[in-house]
């Protein structure tokens, strides 16, 4: 694991200039290349830094509420509310 954590971080990455300011493509050519490095790397990677908890705002359940226009058809609102913590740690 700390063998590829390291060849990780001293590896030289040919950065792309193919007019893409940031996201993936300045260091894969294509979403193929992209997805075959994620398939094969993809375990090894989660382990440099595992999430336990969301990064989600927590939210209440979603409300829908059922509207019917003039000419029968029907459409929802959804209502959601951000979740407020009141537990005191």
């Not at 950065?15 to 894969?28: E, L, R, V």
């Not at 050519?29 to 989600?56: G, V």
């Amino acid at each position: 694991m700390s063998e590829f954590i390291n060849k990780l971080r001293d590896q030289k990455i040919k950065i792309n200039d193919n007019g893409w300011p940031s996201g993936f493509y300045k260091y894969f050519c294509s979403n193929t290349c992209y997805n075959n490095f994620a398939d094969k790397h993809a375990e090894q990677i989660i382990k440099i830094e595992p999430r336990n908890e969301p990064l989600e705002t927590p939210i209440e359940d979603p409300v829908k509420t059922k509207h019917e226009t003039g000419y029968g058809h029907t459409y929802y609102n959804t209502t959601i509310k951000e979740r407020v913590d009141t537990s005191m740690e």
